[in-house]
Nanobody
Framework: QVQLVESGGGLVQAGGSLRLSCVVS????????MGWFRQAPGKEREFVAA????????YYADSVKGRFTISRDNAKNTVYLQMNSLKPEDTAVYYC???????????????????WGQGTQVTVSS
């Protein structure tokens, strides 16, 4: 079975940093696009960042561009989200997701991702 397990969330002050990790099992990791999404209370799940299977195409939401960095280590079946300069509005449950390669479909569309983790809470205090 496919499993995605996030870790690294926690409580941090505004301006601080966190690094999230997502370990994937049960699929050929190097053949899948990987994304990060987040969901705040009362809000829909929104796109944060994603990286194509070949590690060439990377896409960020405007709200995190310049502050967050997504990366992947195929040898470890892991995708990371380095979050710097955190703001209270970044508070949410963060989810990693995987999809089989969709060459001509943008990475930001959450409906295109097949597999999802259970999420990790990130809370940023003011």
């Amino acid at each position: 079975q496919v499993q995605l397990v996030e870790s690294g969330g926690g409580l941090v002050q505004a301006g601080g940093s966190l690094r999230l990790s997502c370990v994937v099992s049960g699929l050929t990791f190097g053949s899948y696009d990987m994304g990060w999404f987040r969901q705040a209370p009362g809000k829909e799940r929104e796109f944060v960042a994603a990286v194509h299977w070949n590690d060439i195409t990377i896409y960020y939401a405007d709200s995190v561009k310049g502050r967050f960095t997504i990366s992947r280590d195929n040898a470890k079946n892991t995708v990371y989200l380095q979050m710097n300069s955190l703001k209270p509005e970044d508070t949410a449950v963060y989810y990693c997701a995987a999809r089989g390669d969709r060459t001509y479909v943008a990475l930001k569309y959450r409906g295109t991702y097949e597999y999802w983790g259970q999420g990790t809470q990130v809370t940023v205090s003011s």
